[in-house]
């Protein structure tokens, strides 16, 4: 009898000394995959308790410049069991430039069990806009997604035959990659001026107007 309660013992304290190490963040992921400055940004902790009855109390978010934290506390219950928690944050929309986000769970006492980091950028972008009238887009734009080449296709009429269009397409950093004056009708961009896949900018200056597109590149 004495073997076995000393048995149980050890094992109980084996159980609650792994519970006490396996409350940390397995990874963070910021939404949307790349932000812009009309997105309503939020991240996702994907964390892990030793600790069953695991539940978000409370959170604060600090932002101070390009600097963004968070801390999230936690109600922590008394039985080990593995506990995977998923939690979502939100953050709001955020100027552009590039953040460093400062994550870190604690529980309700405010003891900390873990921290991670991570950067991202949010870029600027614009809705489309009508500089001087509000007339329906002349044009078409396929396929967005791109896989090999883009296509623009304007619709000009005899009034505008000879409208000159002007057509730039930008990183998500805000580098030109892409830059072409044309009067024609159909414009196919080769995909290589893409170097990676990713968020793109196309701006179109055409028939007095101004339009700005988001392109994603798979």
Known sequence: MKKLLLAGVILLAIVFFDSNAQNNIDSLKIIPDNPTTVDSIKVICYSTFGSGGI???????????????????????????????????????????????????????????????TDFIVSQTTTIENLQNSKKNSFHIYPNPVKENLIIKFEKTARDAHNISKITIIDIRGKKIYEQVTKKNKLIINGKVFSTKGVYFLKIEHDNNLNIIKIVKN
Do not use: C, H, K, R
């Open 55 to 117: 539940f978000l109390t409370s959170s604060n978010i600090n932002m101070n410049g390009p600097s963004i934290d968070i801390q999230t506390y936690y109600f922590v219950g008394g039985f080990a069991v593995i506990t995977y928690v998923i939690d979502t944050i939100f953050i709001g929309n955020l100027s552009a430039g590039t953040y460093e986000l400062v994550y870190e769970i604690l529980d309700s006492s405010g003891t900390s069990f873990d921290l991670d980091t």
